[in-house]
């Protein structure tokens, strides 16, 4: 399909406001300036020409809204619509972000505030934090956020740390946002798929600042050494980080607060069902515990005891701007509708039904593919193709055949621990049918895969494109239209 | 049960074949001491009543003032058909392009969102966004530092005052050196920063159009600071990128922009787009997703996400950045307003921005004791002295609807007489008019 740059025709109309009176030389040195038409290298195409190319280019997407996403730890679940409608309120989108940094701060925006400031309290609450920053705009940047957070807790103690302990089961954000802020990153062994408390303290000493965790883990694994965890670390003044990417599996039955975590970082984009956009906008908020209140972002929103809002940049101890001001609000006001939508049980409801719906698919599939660490697993659980990839067909063949059958691939390129694994997250929102197409269409391509591999190793055929030259790309290093 | 499709036969069935007798026997591994002290949530409630609740808090807010607020979010018109088309579910409810072959759409969005903000910057290469403009500006900082292995950096005082803020959050526990040359009022000191430019520096950063609104060329700087083999940043504005001298003809050799002005909504802060570009030598330093173009197994044209060697999932505590999601829809949004506009339309959005601006500043020097920072030329946003408090301007004229601007005296010493005044195409010349009346008022 060809690019928009090449549907280009100069002189052809799209949206264009109306003709200044002047040209711009005549406000601005011409030296200043770039020349004329044609200059930007931006195509000029019909308001129509526009419409028809992205129409075509969404119809060579995959989207939860068309296809069964059962992506390992990315909680692809189904996103309401009517939030769509509640951002776009033009109280909210209309909105400029300084209007409560003027005098009498506050009073243009009090829906606004009172969005973040509820925002934070169900967040406190679901999680069992003493206090939490809407500002980081991704879970990374959460987990940058966190680990600053840590930072500046062991510096205002006097402590000297100079490391941070990473299991070899985490995201590799984990390990990066530490390293970003300045640590030393230590990597631990995982046991039976799990954080073994006599391999914790063999790496635990004086200078580590904190251990990240994902609980339940990225093998689907519950944590159930955590008490042990919680004390080893006590005794070094080492904090527990927790990486909310898995949050779905344990509303109302867990709140990671009261089990002993310091930080946590969600990501709305998962557990509060707001949509990922391709690649995003997401959101990360952080919640802390009370030992680290004093050193959360600023601004922070405050109710006051009249019942109005505003924001306080008073707090001496503050790490300061993560954002340039209060985070994807957009995203966070479709968390918040979310949230009040579902409530108590229906926030319950959804980790029970996402754990129901992926020990249903680990049984399904149990006889078919290999099942490393085969017990009762959380909202996600993962396989291996080792068998299959002994004969020649490998994870990576059997993800692309299942995305001929319409299905989007399960995680393959994680967890590095395990060999051609296969991760799977259904969430809450499929329905037992489209569950059942799924182990159906994988036992299809895991029995072609004995009869005839070739045929698995060639997929996928139906879709815009066959099998990508990835190699090509990274040689070759075409990354615009121009090169 | 809201959103969730299983019946209690279907639960039935799915505990039978799992073998266990309850839900609740799916959470055994959590032990006693590990569940929650309390879970007290309000009930849920139908959408019907939370969409009321929500209409109600956005009539709380007071998004129709007539706001000639800018300071880096910039109040422009945005084509129905960006909402249209970045609201498709394909879209929208997608995730990141793991699958290439299956994510074609956001793939080559992402391709031809890269080639447009390269050529707007004039620019060789751009990744896929970054979370916003003020981490798009440390993100380059780290680039120039593992570039150079240096750690000094040197930094306008014109550049958004918000971002230095973050900067310093930002590198509290790194070994970094930041330098601030303030400028000589609204103007950026070229000559200051080239004289703070040396062997040890590791990068300049400026902002065009600067902070209050001046347009300067950094040409001479790039070159200074070429010569002692530094690199040089540019935080830009992209609507007034449409008519100005490139980053890339200055000499920069990276460029990034708060991307909000191409098609975003205000929406109180956020989300927001990070637009990263950079010269061809320094793409292997740039952190975040990137699309490259490639072939198929039939030799036919398809794009997915390379140079992954930099990023988190393959070199973990070593990558260039912690950055893993982009603002994908965002860059979705940029990428569809810009060819909604094309060149024509964008050319004359900005050259609309620059007239109705210089008209507002007329009017409002004409006040007494009202003057003019900029000595130099200025785009859509310029800086005025009052007779009085910015802050107390501001105030009296919210009172009746309109907000006169961004008051300095919160950022910069000695200037909290000084407003900064920013006017988009959708400012027309009646609600100056009125706006000067106003302040002409209460002087």
Known sequence: ?483 | MPYIPHTPEDVREMLAVIGAASVEDLFTEIGPDMRPKRFDLPKGRSEMAVVKHMEHLSARNRSDLVCFIGAGVYDHYIPHAVDALTSRGEFYTAYTPYQPEASQGTLQAIFEYQTAVTRLLGMDCANASVYDGGTALFEAIMMAVRATKRTRVVVSGTVNPIYRTMLASYTCNLNLEFVNVPGRGAETDIEALKAAVDEKTAAVIVQNPNFFGSIEDCTDLFAHAKSKKALSIVSAYPVMQAILKTPGAMGADVAVAEGQSLGMPMSFGGPYLGIMTCTKDMVRQMPGRIVGRTKDTKGRTGYVLTLQAREQHIRRQKATSNICSNQALCAMRALVHMCLLGDEGLRRTAALCVERAHYAAKRLTELPGVTLLNKGSFGNEFAIRLPMSALEAIDKLSAKGFVPGFPLGRYYQGMDDVLLVAVTERRTREEIGVMAELLGGIL
């Open chain 1, 1 to 483: 399909m060809k690019t928009v740059f090449a549907k280009s025709r100069p002189g052809r109309e799209g949206v264009w406001p109306e003709q200044p009176a002047q040209d711009v030389s005549a406000y601005i040195d011409p030296a200043l300036l770039r020349g004329g038409a044609g200059t930007t290298g931006l195509p000029d195409l019909s308001e129509l020409d526009t419409v028809r190319h992205f129409t075509e280019l969404s119809r060579k997407n995959f989207g939860v809204d068309s296809n069964f996403y059962p992506l390992g730890s990315c909680t692809m679940k189904y996103n309401p619509k009517f939030t769509e409608y509640v951002a776009a309120l033009p109280g909210f989108a209309g909105l400029h972000p300084v209007l409560p940094q003027l005098k009498g701060a506050g009073r243009f925006c009090q829906g606004a505030l009172e969005v973040m400031h509820e925002s934070e309290r169900l967040l406190c609450e679901i999680t069992g934090m003493a206090g939490f920053t809407l500002h980081p705009m991704a879970g990374a940047h959460g987990e940058l956020t966190g680990v600053m957070l840590i930072a500046a807790y062991h510096r205002d103690k006097g402590n000297k740390k100079t490391k941070i302990i990473c299991p070899d089961s985490a995201h590799g954000t984990n390990p990066a946002s530490a390293a970003l802020a300045g640590y030393e990153v230590v990597t631990i062994e995982s046991k039976d798929g799990i954080v073994d408390p006599a391999v914790l303290r063999a790496a635990l000493d004086d200078e580590v600042a904190a251990l990240m965790m994902t609980c339940p883990n990225t093998l689907g694994l519950f944590e159930r050494h955590l008490p042990e965890i919680v004390a080893a670390l006590k005794e070094v003044d080492a904090l527990l980080y927790y990486d909310g990417a898995n949050l779905n599996a344990i509303m109302g039955k867990m709140r990671v607060g009261d089990a002993g975590f310091d930080v946590v970082h969600l990501n709305l984009h998962k557990t509060f069902g707001t949509p990922h956009g391709g690649g995003g906008p997401g959101s990360g908020p952080v919640g802390v515990s009370q030992r680290l209140l004093d050193y959360l972002p600023i601004s922070r929103v405050v109710k006051l005891e009249d019942g109005q809002y505003f924001l306080d940049y008073d707090y001496p101890k503050s790490i300061g701007y993560v954002a340039p001001f209060y985070g994807n609000f957009g995203v966070v006001l479709k968390a918040y509708a979310y949230m009040l939508r579902l409530g108590r049980e229906g926030l319950i409801r959804v980790s029970e039904n996402a754990v129901l719906s992926a020990n249903y698919l680990r049984k399904r599939l149990e006889d078919y593919l290999e099942i490393p660490y085969n017990r009762t697993c959380m909202h996600e659980f993962v396989a291996s193709a080792v068998q299959q990839a002994a004969k020649g067909v490998r994870a990576l063949d059997i993800a692309k055949a299942l995305l001929d059958k319409g299905t989007h691939a399960p995680t393959i390129y994680f967890p590095l621990i395990v060999k051609e694994c296969i991760m799977v997250e259904p969430t809450e929102t499929e329905s037992k049918e489209t569950l059942d197409r799924f182990v159906d269409d994988l036992i299809e391509i895991l029995t072609r895969a004995e009869s005839d591999p070739a045929s698995v190793q060639a997929a996928p055929t139906t879709l815009p494109v066959t099998r990508l030259d990835e190699t090509l790309a990274a040689r070759g290093m075409v990354l615009t239209d121009d090169m």
